[in-house]
């Protein structure tokens, strides 16, 4: 049985099939449940983050992965000698699902601690705060999709990532007014 700090600093990047990472995430913690495995396997984590857009005229929010293909597994894979621990090396290659671990065929390489630290953030930063599906840059024309100037045509401004908002110059009865929209207010033309 390992001991809590033996892993605790034991992230692994598991590759799986594309579209199945929730299912092999919710097939492990069955299996451990099920095997008693709880000491070897600690964690399983799908980073996802909430994107909005506009569909059929309507606003939507829906979760996206961003790291599609790839689950990430805290877990005792490796002893204090560098030796591979069988029991969690099978447990997890031989689950439906999974195609390998990221690092060479028989050697799993774990993720530093920075990078640990910076997907953790990642995740956390990204699950508070709803991002744009779509992306904009100044000069480029838009239409307006929501609001009092639906249908309008219009180039972007400014942008304001922090509050999710854009400055759309609009023609308005042939004048071009400066007009503050969310980004979901807004599709690429």
């Known amino acids: 049985m390992p001991d809590e700090k033996s892993y605790k600093d034991q992230w692994y ?9 929730g ?37 939507t929010e829906t979760k996206k992965k961003f790291f599609p293909g790839y689950i ?7 002893t204090q000698d560098n030796e591979l ?13 999974v ?8 050697r799993p ?12 953030s990642q995740i956390q930063e990204r ?14 024309t838009v239409k307006v ?8 045509n219009g180039i972007v401004e400014e942008i304001d990532p922090e509050r999710g908002k854009l400055r759309v110059a609009v023609d308005i009865f042939g004048r071009t007014t400066p007009v503050e929209l969310e980004y979901w207010q807004v599709e690429r033309e």
């Open 72 to 78: 990430i597994v805290n877990m005792y894979l490796a």
């Open 99 to 106: 195609i390998g671990f990221a690092g060479t065929k028989d």
């Open 109 to 120: 390489t774990p993720m530093r601690q920075r990078e640990v630290d910076a997907m953790l």
């Open 85 to 97: 621990v069988e029991k969690t090396w099978f447990f997890i290659k031989e689950m439906d699902g």
């Open 145 to 152: 999709a929501d609001g009092p100037f639906q249908s309008q």
């Open 13 to 21: 990047v598991v590759q799986v099939l594309s579209g199945m990472e």
């Open 23 to 59: 299912k092999v995430r919710d097939r492990i913690a069955r299996q451990v449940e099920a095997e008693e495995m709880q000491d070897y396997i600690r964690e399983v984590l799908v980073p996802t983050e909430v994107v909005s857009e506009i569909r059929r005229g309507k606003k």
């Open 127 to 140: 699950e508070e705060v709803v991002r744009p599906a779509i992306s904009f840059e100044v000069g480029d």
